[in-house]
């Protein structure tokens, strides 16, 4: 970062003026998220790759995809949040013929004795990428679990955009033959009426490419916003030779992950923590692959700047493509006004060279004041590419008033102010990163005292 930090006294002044709101959303999700941590998690399937120090390190929240009690019961001596998987065939005995659809005592049961049985139950997951045939069941587990445990967060994830049929997402031909992506987003709030909606998605192919992500992110944002509840992900961090996905690098995880807080996003799941379809994030005797370090250090920044994040509202993303780049669809080209913050007078890319992805991603915030953020991200990255080799240099030029900029950082969680120099703020991130910035002073919401 080439912009020096201002002077101590000015720094606090500007940072004592007008702290932001951070009192409780009203809804169950939001409420949920302002009241916790920023939330990161892996899905587990394995007892025995499942060691809750080593968890630890890289998120701070156990997602058990198999109702195991011995995975619960390690979560809970650490004392470290867990959420269930709540998908009938997870819980029903192997001989039942409605196994996959069944939601009865056997499953109730089963999910009273694991909530009460093992402390830190915070969240369960209810059905995994459902189909609109199978919603209204799962919209009955939804309303069960809320009912009896009224402080469990209640959230669904779907399928990621781009199947073939639309009876991928309806569950079989759909009346009239077409069932579009935005109405199964939609049916998923609507009919579960979940706290938070989601989806899963891994982009990242074998041959180098790196499919597009956006025009899944950006729906589930439209219509979660509109819903007016939270949203979150589930990222890649695993190989599959078999669909051709490749192990994400350090700058391919940092730039899903990141671009998605540029959207708005508050939750953020990898799949997958052990072995499920690919090597993962630790094998079977536990030892750590790259991609395990690369999420602890990504999870660390996530966590840092999600302080505030958790109290803020995306109004607005844009992107800024590199020289010879063209904006990959569902997303929009970077002009002046973007996001209602007409400080912003061009944002432009330093060093123009062309190659692919090496483009910017501008994320716009509000928080309950009407205060506005924005949100910095380096797109640029590539197969077995580390975050270091894949530098943007951003230069931004700011309206005559704006002689600082606020910066939550998100190497410390702590905010700091910046100098603009001649009009002009300057940012070097890393391959795949972002920065929480606000312009004129660095108060941002959330942060610890």
């Not at 031909?173 to 987003?185: F, S």
Request: proline content about 8%.
């Amino acid at each position: 970062m080439t912009n020096v930090k201002w002077t101590l006294s000015a720094f606090v002044l500007l940072l004592c003026l007008s702290l932001p709101s951070t009192e409780a959303a009203t809804d169950r999700g939001h409420a949920w998220i302002r009241s916790r941590p920023f939330t990161t998690a892996a899905l587990v399937l394995g007892d025995k790759t499942f060691d809750a120090a080593q968890y630890g390190r890289v998120c701070n929240t156990l997602l058990a995809w198999k109702p195991r009690d011995s995975l619960f019961a390690r979560a809970a001596a650490a004392d470290m949040p867990w959420h269930g998987h709540a998908k009938p065939r997870r819980f029903n005995p192997g001989d039942d013929p409605e196994r996959n659809v069944r939601f009865g005592n056997v499953m109730k049961d089963r999910i009273r004795q694991i909530q009460t049985t093992h402390a830190g139950g915070t969240g369960w997951l209810v059905w995994d990428e459902p189909q609109r045939t199978s919603m209204p069941i799962a919209a009955d587990i939804a309303k069960w679990i809320r009912e009896n445990f009224p402080e469990a967060l209640v959230y669904t994830n779907g399928l990621p955009m781009g199947a073939r049929r639309p009876s991928k997402y309806y569950g079989e031909e759909p009346p009239g033959g077409k069932y579009p992506y935005d109405q199964y987003v939609q049916d998923l709030v609507d009919i579960i009426q979940p706290d938070v909606v989601g989806f899963d998605l891994y982009p990242f192919k074998e041959d180098g490419g790196t499919g597009n992500q956006f025009p899944t992110v950006a729906i589930t944002r439209r219509v979660a916003l509109k819903a007016g509840i939270p949203y979150w992900a589930i990222v890649q961090a695993y190989r599959d030779e078999g669909r051709g996905y490749r192990m994400p690098s350090e700058s391919d995880v940092r730039m899903q992950v990141f671009s998605l807080l540029a959207h708005g996003y508050t939750g953020i799941t990898y799949f997958t923590y052990d072995p499920a379809q690919g090597p993962a994030m630790v094998d079977r005797e536990r030892k750590a692959a790259p991609i395990y370090y690369h999420v602890a250090q990504l999870n660390h920044e996530v966590e840092n700047v999600g302080q505030a994040l958790r109290f803020l509202t995306s109004t607005d993303v844009r992107i800024v493509p590199c020289n010879g780049n063209s904006a990959p669809a569902h997303t929009v080209p970077w002009a002046p006004g973007a996001g209602g913050e007409s400080r912003i007078e061009a944002i432009s890319i330093t060093d123009t060279a062309p190659a692919p992805w090496k483009d910017v991603m501008v994320g716009f915030f509000e928080d309950d004041d009407g205060r506005r953020y924005v949100m910095v991200t380096n797109l640029w990255h590539g197969k077995g590419a580390a975050a270091h080799e894949r530098p943007i240099t951003v230069r931004i030029r700011l309206a005559n008033d704006v002689k600082h900029v606020g910066r939550l950082a998100r190497e410390t969680g702590r905010p700091e102010l910046l100098v603009v120099r001649d009009g002009v703020l300057e940012l070097t991130l890393p391959g795949g990163t972002g920065d929480l910035l606000r312009l004129g002073d660095a108060t941002f919401p959330g942060l610890e005292p």
